[in-house]
């Protein structure tokens, strides 16, 4: 996915990507994070995934839950 200058990049390292999602993770602090990454670490027990407000549009039929 393209990268939009006025978006954050994923946190992972070495991950070009948009962050589309937040990952509310009880034992660290929260990661911005490409779909990609959201979609892996996301099936870990106690993360929970939320669509970045900006990022809607990307996802089809209302996948971002809006």
Do not use: Q, Y
Request: charged content about 30%.
């Amino acid at each position: 996915m393209p990268i939009d200058t006025d978006s954050p990049r994923c946190e992972i390292n070495g991950c070009e990507d948009r962050a589309t999602f937040e990952l509310h993770i009880p034992w660290k602090a929260n990661e911005l994070v490409c779909a990609g990454h959201a979609r892996v670490k996301g099936r870990k027990d106690g993360i929970v995934a939320d669509a970045l407000e900006n990022t809607e549009d990307e996802f089809p039929n209302g996948a971002a839950n809006r």
